[in-house]
């Protein structure tokens, strides 16, 4: 009797976190702007559910390919066929100098900016641009002065044959 009961409690958690994912999987479905999912938190609220639960959820929504962790806890819907930059985010900021067409001495894109074009936050951004800074490429950041571009990225080009 004890192993029946076992399993009862296990399948009860496993439905729940499966019906929430497939209400979430709804969700994205339905709403092809939707970029970022409910926080964990959201999930606990909306759901009346614990933590390990709604993590559950992301779990298995990661496992159907719908979606993805990003820096700071959240996630972020994966859409088929959607092309998603993998590289560090210093990286792609620092090819915002040539897709920009910033010259030497530009003033670059604000934290704020950045944070929203490349949908992470404002102090995930602070890091990577502090270590643009210190690789030479940006000035450093002072209260009421924009940050402005110091050098351009070397590009690594194949050699010719």
Do not use: C, Y
């Not at 496993?14 to 926080?39: C, K």
């Amino acid at each position: 009797m004890t192993r029946g009961t076992s399993v009862t409690q296990q399948g009860s958690p496993r439905g729940t976190f499966l019906r929430i994912a497939d209400l979430v999987r709804a969700r994205i479905e339905a709403d092809q702007d939707m970029v970022e999912l409910p926080s964990a938190a959201e999930l606990m609220r909306e759901h009346n559910v614990s933590r390990g639960v709604a993590l559950r959820v992301f779990a298995q929504l990661r496992k159907d390919r719908l979606a993805e962790p990003v820096p700071g806890g959240r996630w972020r819907v994966v859409r088929p066929g959607q092309d998603v930059d993998r590289r560090p985010l210093e990286e792609r900021l620092a090819d915002v100098i040539a897709s920009d067409n910033l010259a030497v001495g530009a003033s670059f894109p604000s934290t704020t900016e950045l944070s929203a074009r490349f949908g992470v936050s404002r102090p995930t951004v602070s890091k990577a641009l502090g270590r643009l800074e210190s690789a030479g490429l940006l000035s450093a950041a002072r209260q009421g002065k924009q940050r402005t571009v110091r050098a351009l990225p070397e590009r690594t080009e194949s050699p010719e044959s």
